[in-house]
């Protein structure tokens, strides 16, 4: 089916330790985005992907680093995990940087302790 | 992009119609109204979009004031499944492509 995939569903981190959150789409989209949600805040953007090999900085961007080597893949990598860290974070994907749809992946709940 | 106001929470009997109203007093004329949807725990989900006039798909109908200042989102047949947080979102054209999401309106459907 597709859609996007990411990984891990679910994870526990201790404080200070580096981490990756994966996301994978095979709708040849070329835009691509990172977005976490907090309680009471809604989805805020962290960061874009507009084509393969380029990225831009979204809403909440500190402490947040991402690539994009090719079309399917834009992992989200956490160099030094904060408490404040502790969301959910969804991966979603468009056409195109101005197409009228995103598609959403399931998210990642990661606490930081 | 113009800020969206929503009320916090409706409820809606089910097989009723659901309108979700959104003012967005400060759009500009090219920015677009778009309604999301987000059902616990999942991620959000596109309804429908729409510049000026009405628009309806198999999901809902958007319904955009004539000053384009404010906008309804109706869902004809309410049933326990469309329980969610609906967001209306304002964006505009080419060039400004990111989606903030605000609060939303959590939508309850009740039997």
């Known amino acids: 089916i597709a859609g996007i995939t990411q990984a891990p569903t679910s994870q526990i981190l201790a404080a200070g330790r580096r981490m990756t959150l994966r996301c994978t789409q095979d709708m040849r989209h070329n835009a691509m985005y990172w977005y976490r949600q907090d309680l009471g805040l809604g989805l805020r953007l962290i960061h874009y992907s507009n084509t393969a090999g380029t990225t831009g900085k979204g809403e909440v961007p500190d402490g947040y680093s991402v690539s994009r080597a090719n079309t399917d893949d834009f992992p989200l990598t956490l160099a030094s995990a904060v408490p404040s860290q502790t969301s959910v974070y969804f991966c979603a994907s468009s056409r195109d940087r101005d197409s009228y749809e995103q598609y959403f992946g399931p998210g990642t709940r990661l606490t930081v302790t | ?111």
């Open chain 2, 1 to 111: 992009d113009a800020k969206t106001t929503q009320p916090p929470s409706m409820d809606c009997a089910e097989g009723r119609a659901a309108n979700l109203p959104c003012n967005h007093s400060t759009i500009s004329g090219n920015e677009y109204v778009y309604w999301y949807r987000q059902i616990h725990s999942q991620g959000p989900q596109y309804i429908i979009h729409g510049l000026k006039n009405n628009e309806t798909n198999e999901m809902a109908s958007l319904i955009i004031t004539e000053d384009r200042k404010s906008s309804t989102l109706i869902l004809p047949h309410a049933t326990l499944r469309d329980t969610a947080v609906y967001y209306c979102i304002v964006r505009g054209g080419a060039g400004s492509y990111q989606l903030t999401f605000g609060k939303g309106t959590k939508l309850s459907v009740i039997p």
